[in-house]
């Protein structure tokens, strides 16, 4: 219940090309999803977030695209860039009245080639 | 930008050793965290604190951890007798406000290393 499941693992695409990162949620008190884009030695820093009461959300070449009554949630980076080479966790978060603690789905680590 | 700072970036230390973790959060940010990420491996939440206490903590969070806010800027993570299990990249975090809407900010992490 409290997983976040992400795939794939890992992931090459060549530069110019949509790279697609897919997770699945199970507990439906989640209200908040938000990726993170983390570089080798640094911490994890938020691309961009969707509530589960929006389809999509674009911001620049990321677009998170939802689908509430299966409950996953991707992210799909337009016009893939070496420098978008990164690790990519998808995480989720309990509505109000928690923490605000995040779930970590387990990472997919991006390759753009030139 | 205000950022969360770490220190140190890296910590060895002998198994069975005390070790502190330090962090600074963004100053007027209410809400810290503690997450730990074994190499390859995804990141995992350890504990949750606001005002002066622990509001949740995970079973990692056993009774070798513990937390405090000893002064109105630091937030540290202690670890009582480390294992070499314990060896893991540990980022602090902290948010104005525990609604979804407010994003968390991460340090760059420590990473300890058990010898």
């Known amino acids: 219940q409290q997983q976040v499941k992400q795939s794939p693992q890992s992931l090459i695409v060549q530069k110019g090309g949509i790279s697609i990162i897919n997770c699945a949620y199970e507990?439906?008190?989640?209200?908040?999803f938000p990726w993170y884009q983390q570089f080798p030695g640094k911490g994890p820093a938020l691309l961009i977030a969707i509530r589960p009461d929006v389809s999509e959300k674009k911001e620049g070449r990321f677009t998170i695209s939802f689908n509430k009554s299966a409950k996953q949630f991707s992210l799909h980076i337009m016009d893939s860039q070496p420098g978008d080479s990164a690790t990519y966790f998808c995480a989720a978060v309990h509505g109000s009245g928690n923490t605000g603690k995040l779930i970590f789905g387990q990472g997919t680590t991006l390759q753009v080639k030139p | 930008e205000p950022e969360v700072t770490q220190t140190p970036s890296h910590q060895v230390t002998q198994m069975g050793q005390e070790v502190i973790l330090r962090c600074v959060p963004i100053?007027?940010?209410?809400?810290f965290y503690w997450y730990r990420q074994i190499l390859g491996q995804k990141v995992e939440f350890l504990v949750s604190?606001?005002?002066?206490?622990?509001?949740?903590k995970s079973e990692i969070f056993d009774d070798q951890f513990s937390v405090e806010r000893p002064d109105g800027s630091n937030f540290t993570l202690k670890i009582r007798s480390t294992k070499l299990e314990d060896s893991a990249m540990y980022f602090c975090a902290s948010n104005k406000d525990r609604t979804s809407n407010q994003p968390q900010h991460f340090g760059d992490g420590t990473r300890l290393s058990i010898l």
């Open positions: 604190f606001y005002n002066n206490e622990i509001s949740e």
């Open positions: 100053s007027n940010h209410l809400y």
């Open positions: 507990n439906t008190a989640f209200d908040y």
